[in-house]
């Protein structure tokens, strides 16, 4: 009896595989070829690259690349057969002086299809059009600046580029999200901005005059800070002479460290609410003994029981991969959104390639097409869908009071407000 229903068993299970292997060859893959095409022989790999600052960052510095190679590891080989190659990470930078820079080592490999970064809008201002110009996609985790997508309202920005997604948030978002926090909630009918004139820290500062304006608020300053932050006692006794009840400094991490120490020193904020943006939610600024009772916004981390809809794995689970493979939980603020980022690529290659012999034949306008149809995509962080303009993160901020330095998680989990749009 079992004899003769083993081999029964089998033929049923040889049929269903070759009937799906059939179904898969039959389905025609998307794209007209006008971005070119890029064909990956049998034991090659589809090659795509990870763009992230991971320099001098301590704790957590290499995060986004190592979600990328575990988001990766759980899709799994290209139609079951092609497997994806990372290459070395490529540090963004954090400047546009690097676009260039970091725009050739992307496109080094002419294989390459597909790039997850960059980390900084600053740099994506300069390394997203060469990249993009060349016919690859690029889809950034953790870029926020509003100069990069659109306005919201159907205008493109400045800086978009067709070829160009997110998974992170609008920044216009996050600048509402403190506006309603400080003024709103904390009842805070004046504030001070400092940036630093970059795409990201000017764009975030911008949408928060904004919205704070709106909201029947006065700005009392509106200030640059220099790159090499030499001005800064001058500049917080301007601050000070505005008597503002907030200060918001959405910078990144290395200026906003000596901002908040110069204005320790300084003395005369201590009865000022004190705010940025998630340009510092790392442990690299949380854990300055100087950066207790700060405010900080960014991303909403409950990510509940969402689960990646192309893996299955959700983001309890991912999370404790991740601290299983690297030693630590993430630290990094925008670890889901490259996972999410990383599986919608792949996803992207898989519906723009097709098996020809032994090679795979990827069409670079099928994986655009694919990415500009994104809606309702089962993400870690949640419901993804993508506009016409790149924007395919959700507009979902939470905003913390960092109160331990010596406990930068315990402060991570202490969110004080929530806002949707």
Same mark, same amino acid.
């Given at each position: 009896?079992?004899?003769?229903?083993?081999?029964?068993?089998?033929?049923?299970?040889?049929?269903?595989?070759?009937?799906?292997?059939?179904?898969?060859?039959?389905?025609?893959?998307?794209?007209?070829?006008?971005?070119?095409?890029?064909?990956?022989?049998?034991?090659?790999?589809?090659?795509?690259?990870?763009?992230?600052?991971?320099?001098?960052?301590?704790?957590?510095?290499?995060?986004?690349?190592?979600?990328?190679?575990?988001?990766?590891?759980?899709?799994?080989?290209?139609?079951?057969?092609?497997?994806?190659?990372?290459?070395?990470?490529?540090?963004?930078?954090?400047?546009?002086?690097?676009?260039?820079?970091?725009?050739?080592?992307?496109?080094?490999?002419?294989?390459?299809?597909?790039?997850?970064?960059?980390?900084?809008?600053?740099?994506?201002?300069?390394?997203?059009?060469?990249?993009?110009?060349?016919?690859?996609?690029?889809?950034?985790?953790?870029?926020?600046?509003?100069?990069?997508?659109?306005?919201?309202?159907?205008?493109?920005?400045?800086?978009?580029?067709?070829?160009?997604?997110?998974?992170?948030?609008? %920044?216009?978002?996050? *600048?509402?999200? =403190? $506006?309603?926090?400080?003024? &709103?909630?904390? #009842?805070?009918?004046?504030? @001070?901005?400092?940036?630093?004139?970059?795409?990201?820290?000017?764009?975030?500062?911008?949408?928060?005059?904004?919205?704070?304006?709106?909201?029947?608020?006065?700005?009392?300053?509106?200030?640059?800070?220099?790159?090499?932050?030499?001005?800064?006692?001058?500049?917080?006794?301007?601050?000070?002479?505005?008597?503002?009840?907030?200060?918001?400094?959405?910078?990144?991490?290395?200026?906003?460290?000596?901002?908040?120490?110069?204005?320790?020193?300084?003395?005369?904020?201590?009865?000022?609410?004190?705010?940025?943006?998630?340009?510092?939610?790392?442990?690299?600024?949380?854990?300055? %003994?100087?950066?207790? *009772?700060?405010? =900080? $916004?960014?991303?909403?981390? &409950?990510?509940? #029981?969402?689960?990646?809809? @192309?893996?299955?794995?959700?983001?309890?689970?991912?999370?404790?991969?991740?601290?299983?493979?690297?030693?630590?939980?993430?630290?990094?603020?925008?670890?889901?959104?490259?996972?999410?980022?990383?599986?919608?690529?792949?996803?992207?290659?898989?519906?723009?390639?097709?098996?020809?012999?032994?090679?795979?034949?990827?069409?670079?306008?099928?994986?655009?097409?694919?990415?500009?149809?994104?809606?309702?995509?089962?993400?870690?962080?949640?419901?993804?869908?993508?506009?016409?303009?790149?924007?395919?993160?959700?507009?979902?901020?939470?905003?913390?009071?960092?109160?331990?330095?010596? %406990?930068?998680?315990?402060?991570?989990?202490?969110?004080?407000?929530?806002?949707?749009?």
């Amino acid at each position: 009896m079992v004899n003769r229903l083993v081999p029964a068993a089998i033929s049923i299970l040889l049929a269903a595989l070759l009937l799906a292997a059939c179904s898969d060859a039959d389905t025609p893959a998307i794209g007209d070829g006008t971005l070119g095409t890029v064909t990956v022989g049998r034991g090659d790999s589809v090659q795509i690259r990870s763009i992230s600052s991971f320099e001098d960052m301590g704790a957590g510095a290499r995060d986004y690349i190592n979600i990328v190679e575990m988001a990766i590891d759980d899709y799994g080989p290209i139609h079951g057969e092609f497997t994806v190659g990372l290459g070395e990470g490529i540090h963004d930078g954090c400047s546009a002086d690097e676009g260039q820079r970091v725009a050739e080592a992307a496109l080094a490999d002419d294989g390459v299809v597909g790039v997850i970064g960059t980390s900084c809008s600053s740099t994506a201002t300069t390394a997203v059009p060469l990249i993009t110009a060349e016919g690859l996609v690029v889809i950034s985790m953790s870029n926020s600046s509003p100069a990069l997508t659109s306005d919201l309202a159907g205008t493109p920005a400045e800086h978009y580029q067709p070829g160009y997604y997110r998974t992170s948030h609008n %920044d216009l978002y996050q *600048g509402e999200a =403190v $506006s309603s926090f400080l003024h &709103d909630t904390l #009842g805070a009918q004046s504030a @001070a901005i400092v940036h630093e004139g970059d795409a990201y820290t000017r764009g975030l500062a911008q949408a928060f005059r904004s919205s704070f304006e709106r909201s029947g608020g006065t700005v009392t300053d509106f200030v640059e800070v220099n790159s090499d932050a030499s001005d800064l006692a001058e500049m917080l006794t301007r601050l000070a002479a505005g008597n503002p009840d907030a200060l918001y400094f959405p910078l990144t991490q290395d200026t906003a460290a000596e901002f908040i120490e110069a204005l320790r020193r300084n003395g005369d904020f201590e009865d000022t609410v004190l705010a940025s943006g998630d340009g510092v939610l790392h442990d690299a600024f949380l854990a300055l %003994d100087s950066s207790r *009772g700060v405010f =900080v $916004s960014g991303p909403d981390l &409950d990510f509940g #029981g969402n689960a990646n809809q @192309a893996t299955g794995v959700d983001a309890d689970q991912a999370a404790e991969r991740f601290s299983i493979k690297t030693g630590s939980p993430p630290h990094r603020a925008f670890w889901a959104h490259a996972y999410d980022a990383t599986t919608l690529l792949l996803d992207a290659v898989t519906a723009a390639s097709r098996i020809e012999g032994r090679e795979l034949v990827i069409d670079r306008a099928g994986i655009r097409q694919y990415l500009n149809q994104v809606a309702d995509y089962q993400g870690l962080i949640g419901d993804i869908n993508c506009d016409a303009y790149g924007d395919c993160g959700s507009g979902r901020i939470s905003i913390i009071e960092h109160l331990n330095p010596d %406990d930068t998680l315990a402060s991570r989990d202490n969110v004080v407000f929530r806002f949707s749009p």
